[in-house]
């Protein structure tokens, strides 16, 4: 294996959370902000996702899904009731 491929991340490395249509990506992205969780967003086919990169020991995905999670209340066009499991691509 090259020095360049063991440096570079992989898209395992990759957290990517789809977005859904009645959530808003930029308070989750604000929400991952606040919480010290570094994420970028990104239009794929129509969709929203929020990409947070797993290459830090610092950021596990039980701790993401937790703030995302938290703050759908505050992200979603449906109110309270908004379902709010968070699943990542990955998972699905």
Known sequence: MSE???????ELEDLRYRVPDSQDPAVVLTALANAGIPAVPKAVDGHSYVIVSLDSQEHDRERIRDV???????????GPHFDRRVVFDDES
């Open 68 to 78: 995302i999670a938290r703050r759908a209340d505050e992200t979603s066009l449906e």
């Open 4 to 10: 360049q491929s063991k440096s570079r991340p992989t």
